[in-house]
């Protein structure tokens, strides 16, 4: 059975930072794209930062390049976000999310896709994160 296990996050204030980790089990294959999205109430969820398993060039939005750092260690099958320089807008749940399919419809290729993280196959049940000012 599939499972992504976020912990972390909770509340900061702003100019803060806070550190995410997902934690996935049971995929068959160890090459997919993973990685954060975001989503506040009312909003649809959006991809904030990707990786893939199989390297470590990271994609991220432009609305937190430089603040946002994705990590992962493939050993502990754990991906890592962390926020810095934490402001209000950050604030939402965070969900992480896993693409099977990245490379064969050519989102991944050693360079990205337009939003790669709009599909995905699997995500956890998130974690809140609130950044206050």
Known sequence: QVQLVESGGGSVQ?????????????FISRRYCWGWARQTPGTKREGVAGIYT???????????????????????????????????????????????????????SGSWCPNPLDNYDWTGQGIQVTVSS
């Open 14 to 26: 702003a100019g803060g930072s806070v550190r995410l980790s997902c934690v996935a089990s049971g």
């Open 54 to 108: 199989g390297a470590n060039s990271p994609w991220y939005a432009e609305s937190v390049k430089g603040r946002f750092t994705i990590s992962q260690d493939t050993a502990k099958n754990t991906v890592y976000l962390e926020i810095d320089d934490a402001e209000p807008a950050d604030s939402g749940m965070y969900y992480c999310i896993a693409d099977l399919t990245c490379v064969s419809r050519g989102c991944y």
